[in-house]
């Protein structure tokens, strides 16, 4: 039986640890957290039923909208899964909420490792695999699955959609990081990144985040809903890039710039515009500062059959961490898309 204890994110939410064995750096792990339910309504009283069937209303409530669905959310790169606000819109609609800080990550991390490092996303299989069965023992095909991921998140889980068709109901990406920011010069840049990752995989390139992206972030944060963060797990700036862990992303984008064939129909979300944070200026407070969004969305096309993208302006990379008017746009589409989705679905 799985064991679960409270979380860091406080009684809302609980996690358990996965073991993954051991590799070169020790014991290897990941960890889900769950979001705990609202408590339910009260039900009705002897009176509100005996107006209900002078009324012939039904007796009881229908069930949420998502009753029955699971969301497995995956975070990015130097990141991991701490959005509560993110959780609560998922449960409100009667959902079961599931974060997993991948290996290496977050809650994950031990001493003596190497944050984020991997030399293959095909890895992440196993942590997800440990997910699943922790998520839902014994009821595989019994509920659905809505895969949510950001940024790395978001190609990890479009690349393991592709290989387990049918696995998932469907598949919400939030600023997927499906092509290089540099893409007109992954021919130049492509072969040095593959020597370098066979002869030195562990050197670590120049540090170029200026920590602007995390400013931009505190800059529109809502004081009545600060999230807090642990600068071990999130540093500013971000963690460090290793060769090798280069190499697997630059093969994953090489992937699905061959196309993938995810099955379930895939939501993404971006922001409208990208800023090139070289200093600081207003402008990054509105706009992603990380990737290349129009290549991302052309990118994301080839995903698989049924592909809606949502361009939202004055998004940050992480959408859902933008200000509030973007915030709540991002929001008020992704529920219009779920609705769709579980309208059309029968959830």
Known sequence: MTAWLLDVLGDEFEQTTLPLGEDHEGEVVATLVRALPPAPPEPPSGWERFVRRLRGMPQADPPPMLDGVDVLYVHGWSDYFFQKRLARFWTSQGARFFALDLRKYGRSLRDGQTPGYITDLKTYDEDIAAALEAMRPGAA????????????????????????????DAVILNSPWLELQLAPLRAAIIPMIELQARLRPMEAAPQIDLGFYARAQAAVADPDDLMETNPTWRPVPAMPVHAGWLRAIT?????????????????????????????????????????AVDGIAQRALGLGSSVTIERID??????????????????????????????????
């Not at 699955?145 to 049918?166: E, F, I």
């Open 141 to 168: 095909g019994q509920r659905r699955l809505v895969l949510m991921g950001h940024s790395t998140g978001g190609l990890v889980l479009s690349l393991w959609a592709s290989r387990h068709p049918d696995a998932a």
């Open 251 to 291: 093969r994953g984008h090489r992937t699905v710039a061959d196309g993938l064939t995810i099955t379930a129909p895939v939501c993404v979300l971006l922001s409208k515009r990208s800023a090139l944070p070289t200093r600081w200026s207003d402008e990054l407070t509105s706009a992603d500062t990380v990737l």
């Open 314 to 347: 004055g998004a940050l990379h992480d959408v859902f961490l933008s200000r509030k008017a973007a915030r709540d746009d991002a929001y008020a589409r992704l529920e219009r898309w779920v609705t769709g989705w579980a309208a059309a679905t029968g959830s």
